[in-house]
């Protein structure tokens, strides 16, 4: 059972990871280890937690039945997702969104300057993390800030990155991540335009809702104290999420 003491508030607990594998050069604070992971993912299952995917928690949610779950989401579609973190989602029973880009398939991070240079996931691999139960979502098409975007780039960041991703799949995709967490009304409006049902910011504020979900950063760093603390006080600083 979960424990009540620290059960989920109105704001569904999102957390966000990014890259999982080697930390030797890590200057954006973007990598965890495999280890790292598996210790904050058996920190959840201890206190009767499960991490899924976005579409997984909310639907849970809306039933009444999201108590003991919280949501897990990867950005950027490292290629590291499939050798690093998905082993060990798989043995903790966790799910996850994770948010791809699918205008950088088999790419790099280049939007990440200067920094080293991290390999994306080619097609087959989006595929791969599907066919093994992970939401997928996307991330706009290449990583740019949406908010300068004029109207035209803005529609392909977000209804032309949902097309491509249903045409690699052959499914709906119903997930959106807003680049650097970076949003406006402008934005938001975009995205519900283009078909997306939920979409993940980092601290939206005013903008808070099921277009515009706030997240709380997993990083190395985070040890169970760490975690505790984030989650306690994610409850008392967010929004309410009318409607999730």
Known sequence: MPDTADSPGPVPWVAMYHSVGDRTCD????????????????????????GVGV???????????????VGLTFDD??????????????R?????????????????????????????????????????????????????DLTTADDTVLEAET????????????REVDGFCYPYGRL???????????GYRHACAIDPGPLTGPLALPRVHIGERDTAVRLLLKRRLHR????PVVGV
């Open 77 to 90: 579609g490292y290629a590291d997702f499939l050798t690093h973190a998905l082993p060990v989602l798989r």
């Open 159 to 170: 209804a032309g990155s949902r097309a491509a991703l249903a045409d690699l799949l052959d």
């Open 27 to 50: 200057p954006y604070h973007v990598t965890v280890t495999p280890e790292r992971l598996a210790r904050q993912l058996a920190w959840l299952r201890a206190r009767g937690l499960r």
């Open 55 to 69: 579409a997984e928690l909310l639907a849970a949610r809306a039933r009444g039945a999201g108590d003991g779950l």
């Open 184 to 194: 406006d009304a402008r934005t938001v409006a975009a995205v519900r335009a283009a």
């Open 236 to 239: 008392l600083r967010r929004r």
């Open 92 to 144: 903790h029973g966790c799910t996850a969104t994770l948010y791809v880009l699918p205008g950088r398939l088999g790419g790099v991070n280049a939007w990440d300057t200067p920094g080293p240079r991290k390999p994306l996931l080619t097609a087959d691999g989006i595929r791969r993390a599907a066919d093994e139960g992970m939401e997928i979502g996307s991330h706009g098409l290449t990583h740019i």
